[in-house]
């Protein structure tokens, strides 16, 4: 499976932007999904992820309240809303897709991985 993830860009604190992560190559349906993230000099975190129906949603407690994680399995694409942006959520967001039923928070749980879309908030 493919994953191409887009949306990111320069946002003051306070403002909001949406990460897209348009899926390829195997039934979407199939994966759970995941966003990460990773600052400069720091290992990658967990920030959310979504069952394979979209039924159950996961959020690290850093975002919880600020972000939404989402899926349309009909356009084979996984979003997440960024409301209330910090500077300290300045990082490189990565979608992932995982096999399997349960959904995972754990990075190695996951099996693809995109390219990552960089993320500024600016204070």
């Known amino acids: 499976v493919q994953l191409q993830a887009s949306g990111g860009g320069l946002v003051q604190a306070g403002g909001s932007l949406r990460l897209s992560c348009a899926v390829s190559?195997?039934?979407?349906?199939?994966?759970?999904m995941g966003w990460f993230r990773q600052a400069p000099g720091k290992e990658r975190e967990f920030v959310a992820a979504?069952?394979?129906?979209?039924?159950?949603?996961y959020y690290a407690d850093s975002v919880k309240g600020r972000f939404t994680i989402s899926r349309d399995n009909a356009k084979n694409t996984m979003y997440l809303q960024m409301n209330s942006l910090k500077p300290e959520d300045t990082c490189v967001y990565y979608c992932?897709?995982?096999?399997?039923?349960?959904?995972?928070?754990?990075?190695?749980?996951?099996?693809?991985w995109g390219q990552g879309t960089l993320v500024t908030v600016s204070s």
């Open positions: 992932a897709a995982g096999p399997g039923w349960r959904t995972s928070l754990h990075s190695d749980d996951y099996d693809s």
């Open positions: 190559g195997r039934t979407f349906s199939s994966y759970f």
């Open positions: 979504i069952s394979r129906s979209g039924g159950s949603l």
